[in-house]
């Protein structure tokens, strides 16, 4: 078996595909793509902690972004604030006529809930009553 994972991995390294590696040697296509899966897994750099910098050891094959829970909430919450800086677009409440300021929807058009039920039954009421 050790002269076959040599054969894929010399047949790799020529630009070979694992269908084409699997006709070549004449083994099954799954054997080839589990053997070239297991040398990918086998070659993973360590990262580094996007917040502290510490080198991260990655035993998967899912990539780690952060060493810990406490360097991803820093660095989330550091970001937040800087998202929530570059919105300064101001709207007007289409019920009240209040200035408010909305970080999440473009297209906002009442500053509360409150607003927006006010408005939305206070006119169906109205045009209730003109029926």
Request: charged share 35%; net charge positive.
């Amino acid at each position: 078996m050790p002269e076959i994972k040599e054969q894929i991995y010399d047949l790799r390294s020529k630009g070979y595909g694992a269908k084409k590696i699997s006709k070549e040697l004449g083994i099954s296509l799954n054997t080839v793509k589990s053997t070239l899966r297991r040398v990918a897994s086998e070659n993973t750099e360590a990262a580094h902690c996007k917040n502290c910098g510490m080198e991260i050891a990655n035993p998967s094959s899912h990539k780690k972004v952060f060493c810990c829970d406490k360097c991803r909430n820093e660095w989330w919450n550091k970001r937040r604030k800087n998202i929530e800086k570059a919105s300064d677009k101001k709207f007007v409440c289409a019920c009240c006529g209040k200035e408010f300021v909305s970080y999440s929807h473009k297209d906002q058009r009442y500053c509360s809930h409150e607003c927006y039920i006010n408005a939305r039954y206070k006119s169906k009421a109205a045009d209730d009553g003109q029926r």
